[in-house]
């Protein structure tokens, strides 16, 4: 069965035809290169956002993890986890009280597609539950792709006993130092979602 997070299912909705496959390829065959995109490469500086809630703000878990992370081994992944610790400490997400809750693994199936999800961070905000995602690249992420994410995660969390509200979800993106939001899911994601599940599935043997 073809099994995608998410983010990577998401991202892939809006891309033509050539570019679908590039990502298939990489979430069936995950450690064939180094993925610069996946959540373990990412992995110390997504730890560094959450000590950091849970010790009430202190910035010394910031320090921290920039020490931790100064022993990766890998360049460009060293280099990448201290710009996101940089991008969160000097943008508005290192205001927010939030109440850091263990995490859990998700899934759901769509037309013989699993999708998997995990949020970044889980937990409550002034008694509100709250969900969220973190754009880690370079690049501020797209408005449509950040929606789409966040409707396909309700329809997960849905699907795997857990309803919420749509707006208890969010897309914090980073580079651009914004936060996804949105009230109501559109009927039409999970319309398209559907359809393009139907042809990963016939094109997963062949990749």
Known sequence: MPKLSVKAFSELLGLPAYEQVRILY????PKRQPQVF????????????????RSGCDTAQLRTAEARVAHIRLDSQRDNNLRVIRQFEHGSQRNRALIVAPRQRRSATLHSVELTLQFDLEGSESSAERFLLYNTRAAPI???????TLELAQWVLGQAGKLVS?????????????????????????KHASNTAGIITTLWPTI
């Open 26 to 29: 990489e979430q069936k065959y």
């Open 166 to 190: 749509l707006g208890s979800i969010e897309y914090v993106d980073l580079p651009s130092d914004k936060a996804y939001r949105y009230s109501k899911p559109r009927a039409s994601t999970l």
């Open 38 to 53: 996946k959540i373990p490469y990412y992995a110390q500086s997504l730890r560094a956002i959450r000590e950091y809630y």
């Open 142 to 148: 797209g408005e449509e792709t950040a929606r789409t």
